[in-house]
T-cell receptor
């Protein structure tokens, strides 16, 4: 089983739609979780961290379910500029001790 | 402030040639990471350094790959000899101290013919 698994998509949605991505991780001892965004032919950039209590940043909401070992990202009122690949990222050990394990990403395409 | 700087941005070479990729981390960051990204395998960690010391090189594919960090502001990833299967985008990233966020450079697109 891969350490971090995501549905590769693509998810093709109209502007204004709500879209959700899920991600599962295999190591139950994993401590920290993130979503990174990668635009076409660009580098990955941190979108948001994911906390057990869930967290929201504008139109973006991230959730963590430790019991089921999955992480979700919800995008509301999607914009054309949200088109990108979203990478689910897990830090096995947390803090500065661990390495980041990246999923292969879910591609989102928002259409007019 | 400048972000992570990588050079060259694109490299086309022939099989068997030596390839050297370069990275300058963000000033003050003391951890540096080399990744490789392909469609098939996604983003894979090759090696990372803390305070210029290699900590984990378990992701380095084989002896053809080597990485150095002679000082806090410069690192190289060398492939010798290069093979077509090495074609990928190579990213360098850096991180400050105890923080978890990594900042990526723009990458080097390598094509080995």
């Amino acid at each position: 089983r891969k350490e971090v698994e995501q549905d590769p998509g693509p998810f093709n949605v109209p502007e204004g739609a709500t879209v959700a991505f899920n991600c599962t991780y295999s190591n139950s001892a994993s401590q920290s979780f993130f979503w990174y965004r990668q635009d076409c032919r660009k580098e990955p950039k941190l979108l948001m961290s994911v906390y057990s209590s869930g967290n929201e940043d504008g139109r973006f909401t991230a959730q963590l379910n430790r019991a089921s070992q999955y992480i979700s990202l919800l995008i509301r009122d999607s914009k054309l500029s949200d088109s990108a690949t979203y990478l689910c990222v897990v830090n096995k050990y947390g803090g500065s001790q661990g390495n980041l394990i990246f999923g292969k990403g879910t591609k989102l395409s928002v259409k007019p | 402030d400048a972000g992570v700087i990588q050079s060259p941005r694109h490299e086309v070479t022939e099989m068997g040639q030596e390839v050297t990729l370069r990275c300058k981390p963000i000033s003050g960051h003391n951890s540096l990471f080399w990744y490789r990204q392909t469609m098939m395998r996604g983003l894979e960690l090759l090696i990372y350094f803390n305070n210029n010391v290699p900590i984990d090189d378990s992701g380095m594919p084989e002896d053809r790959f080597s990485a150095k960090m002679p000082n806090a502001s410069f690192s190289t990833l060398k492939i010798q000899p290069s093979e077509p299967r090495d074609s990928a985008v190579y990213f360098c990233a850096s991180r400050f101290g105890g923080r978890e966020t990594q900042y990526f450079g723009p990458g080097t697109r390598l094509l080995v013919l």
